[in-house]
């Protein structure tokens, strides 16, 4: 029996195909769940990668915050300016980095070029365009997400990336 479906408490465990009642940010919902043992597989395949999450505005981190841990990825950090980035990145090394173009600090060009030079793989979630006058090297190797998006399928891109490291 599973206790849990995406990191929230179920209130009546039964089998696949059944329904169940969980809750959510206070609400009741009612849902069928369908493969119960697929769903218990999904949470747990890539729990220890680190995930470094680079944004300034708080609702949107907290959003995708939770999107990442309903889908077991626990193991993140959140910063919201470039210096602490810089910083951080001098003494960590992440497995994947989700990012905003432009930070309260400042644009996050340091920030890419780091992720470049230590070959760390990386998504940039922004409402802003890519600025032409910015290095395309910088890019290299970058998948784009535009603000605002769906939490559910940037953290669904985030794992096909890292499944593939």
């Known amino acids: 029996m599973l206790d849990f479906i995406y990191g929230y408490k179920i209130r009546d465990t039964t089998r696949p195909g059944s329904s169940v009642r969980y809750q959510t940010k206070g609400y009741r919902e009612r849902k069928t769940v369908y493969l119960i ?11 220890d990668k680190l995930i470094l999450l680079l944004e300034d505005q708080p609702l949107i981190s907290l959003d995708i ?3 990442l841990a309903e889908k077991g990825m626990s193991n993140f950090v959140t910063l919201r300016s470039r ?6 990145l ?11 173009l432009y930070l ?4 996050s060009q340091p920030v890419l ?17 890519k600025p032409p006058e910015w290095d395309e090297n910088l890019f290299e190797g970058s998948e784009w ?5 769906d939490p559910d399928i940037m953290v669904d891109r ?3 990336r890292l499944a593939s490291i």
């Open 83 to 88: 210096k602490d980035a810089l910083n951080w």
């Open 145 to 149: 997400m535009s603000k605002p998006g």
């Open 37 to 47: 043992s697929i769903l218990y597989v999904q949470r747990f395949d890539l729990p």
């Open 158 to 160: 985030i794992r096909t």
């Open 65 to 67: 915050e939770e999107a």
């Open 104 to 107: 309260d600090d400042g644009d």
């Open 113 to 129: 070029a780091r992720l470049q030079q230590g070959h760390i793989p990386f998504m940039i979630y922004t409402g802003s365009e």
């Open 90 to 100: 001098d003494e960590s090394a992440p497995d994947f980095v989700l990012l905003d």
